[in-house]
């Protein structure tokens, strides 16, 4: 608070709640230039601002903040600034998951501000503004409105503690998994291709919980692998089930690498298929590239003999690891997911278009199928119909479903088809 601590006195000052501060948002001012730094502080104190802290480096600021990053909603910062600067450190707090406002300083404005977020990501940090030195009354007023409302609107974020290993090994137990379908479907002539099986878990308190907060504990406590055997197991039944009932198709299923790195990993996924009366061209394995071929050479065996035998093979996210073409290289990917990255708002982006459209030609030359993922719009659609790929996955055709949704959805899709399509059989 102002009251307690001088301008520029910034380690001291603590940004802390009274009982009559309730509701004021606490701002925390950085600045290097001390006579700025005491002119802004005095301007939001008589807009009657009272919980405003300073700090007179980003070092300081870090160091103020450290204790309680959530007692400060607000923070205005110079760019420009010797040591490290106010670009470097939007980062770490973004880096640190800080989910308040930021206000800059400085006379580029809106180009500035454009930069800033590309650099920052998609972090929870909320860019309200830039302001030239030094900020008017209402040039703050308005920024500091506009966080009090958003403040106001959005849903206070859920903080969950990771899973532990038991809880996971529980679900493994008692058979908490299940499978959620995505279609892949043909850009020519609108024809469901296969669809993708994504696991979720079904927790008994916390809900339908997602892949992304448990696939990597499982891959590091050794539960990936009879969790991949179960997700073969029962995406192969979910395949004869539909055929049952008249519907062809294939299932793609993830392989983490931990998986490909058992040298059993190809033996014991054949022999799931015959137990389940399937054969290997019912199933393709989705192989993220990202650490493949890393330092065994037992994923690639894995891999070839799985290709051998047709099972088929497609090398998930292409674009986003390091070392992509060495794998096309390697190994006889029969498709090419290209990463959504890629794929969203390609049509006007120079810089992705190009990869993607090269993604597709090496696709079509190597002999594979182009599948794009994350398509969320007609207009990206479009653009894979004219730019030559295969197949198409996301939300613009379907957002990943139970299994007794399948059928309801493809009805509806053959029904959007002719619009899409120019050859809709
Ligand atoms: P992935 O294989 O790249 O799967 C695609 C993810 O993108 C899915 O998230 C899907 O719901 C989401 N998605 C699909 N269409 C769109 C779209 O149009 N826009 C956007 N923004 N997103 C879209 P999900 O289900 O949360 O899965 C996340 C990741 O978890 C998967 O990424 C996959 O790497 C992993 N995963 C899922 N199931 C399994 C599994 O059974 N085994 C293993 N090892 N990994 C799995
Ligand atoms: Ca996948
Ligand atoms: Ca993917």
Redesign the pocket.
């Given at each position: 608070m102002t009251d307690s601590c001088a301008p520029g006195d910034a380690l001291p000052c603590r940004l802390g709640t009274g009982e009559f501060d309730a509701g004021q948002p606490g701002i925390l001012l950085v600045d290097d230039h001390p006579l700025m730094l005491a002119t802004q502080a005095r301007l939001l104190s008589g807009m009657g601002y009272r919980r405003v802290g300073t700090a007179r480096s980003a070092e300081a600021a870090l160091a103020l903040m450290r204790p309680d990053p959530a007692a400060v909603d607000v923070l205005i910062c110079d760019l420009n600034m010797p040591g490290m600067d106010g670009i470097e450190l939007l980062r770490i707090l973004d880096r640190q998951g800080f989910g308040g406002g930021v206000i800059l300083l400085s006379g580029e404005g809106a180009r500035v501000l454009q930069t800033v977020q590309r650099l920052l990501g998609r972090g929870q940090l909320v860019l309200l503004g830039a302001l030239e030195k030094p900020a008017s009354r209402e040039g703050l007023r308005g920024l500091l409105d506009d966080w009090t409302s958003r403040a106001a609107s959005r849903p206070a974020p859920k903080v969950r503690p990771p899973f532990t290993e038991e809880e996971l090994r529980t679900a493994h137990r008692l058979g908490e998994w299940v499978?959620?379908y995505?279609p892949k479907v043909d850009l020519g002539n609108g024809s469901l291709a296969s669809l993708?099986?994504?696991?979720?878990w079904q927790h008994p308190e916390q809900g339908l919980v997602?892949?992304?907060r448990f696939?990597a504990l499982?891959?590091a406590c050794g539960l990936?692998d009879p969790?991949?055997e179960w997700?073969l197991r029962e995406g192969l039944a979910q395949i004869a089930r539909w055929r049952g009932a008249g519907l062809d198709t294939r299932v793609a299923?993830?392989?983490?690498m931990a998986?490909l790195d058992a040298p059993d990993f190809a033996n014991r996924t054949s022999a799931i298929v015959k137990e389940m009366g399937m054969q290997p061209r019912d199933l393709i394995l989705?192989v993220?590239e990202s650490r493949l071929g890393e330092s065994s050479t037992t994923p690639l065996e894995n891999l070839v003999r799985l290709r051998v035998q047709r099972f088929g093979l497609s090398i998930?996210?292409f674009g986003t690891g390091h070392s992509s073409l060495a794998q096309l290289r390697d190994i006889p990917f029969t498709e090419l997911?290209v990463d959504?990255g890629f794929v969203?708002g390609a049509r006007t982006n120079a810089v992705i278009r190009p990869i993607l459209e090269g993604s597709i030609e090496m696709a079509r030359r190597l002999g594979m199928q182009s599948v794009a993922?994350?398509?969320?719009t007609q207009d990206d659609w479009r653009l894979l119909q004219e730019v030559g790929c295969d197949l198409a996955?996301?939300?613009?055709i379907a957002?990943?479903m139970p299994a007794e949704q399948v059928v309801e959805w493809l009805s509806a899709w053959m029904a959007r088809r002719p619009a899409l399509v120019a050859n809709s059989g």
């Open positions: 499978l959620h995505q993708e099986a994504l696991i979720r997602m892949p992304d696939i499982a891959e990936i969790m991949t997700a299923v993830n392989v983490s998986s989705e993220t998930d996210d997911k959504r969203r993922e994350g398509v969320e996955q996301g939300y613009f957002r990943p």
